[in-house]
């Protein structure tokens, strides 16, 4: 019970990075301001991929018994 409640928080928290990866690389937020990671498309790229990887983990942690 506690070991699926920490995977399930941290895909939540990987999946919320995830999406300010994306808005930061593809230039939709602008936070914070001096961040090197604004208008990359790498960035965004990352994001994706680390946004998937957190809701494959909320999804792999719910089947746990």
């Given at each position: 019970?506690i ?6 928080g941290?895909g939540i928290?990987m ?8 808005g930061q ?8 301001a001096?961040?090197f990671?604004l208008d990359?498309?790498p960035?965004a790229?990352?994001g994706?991929?680390?946004a998937?990887?957190g809701l ?6 719910r089947?746990?018994?």
């Amino acid at each position: 019970m506690i070991a699926r409640r920490i995977l399930v928080g941290i895909g939540i928290l990987m999946a919320l990075m995830g999406l300010l990866w994306i808005g930061q690389g593809l230039g939709y937020i602008h936070w914070p301001a001096s961040s090197f990671m604004l208008d990359q498309r790498p960035w965004a790229d990352r994001g994706a991929v680390l946004a998937v990887l957190g809701l494959v983990l909320i999804l792999a942690a719910r089947r746990l018994r």
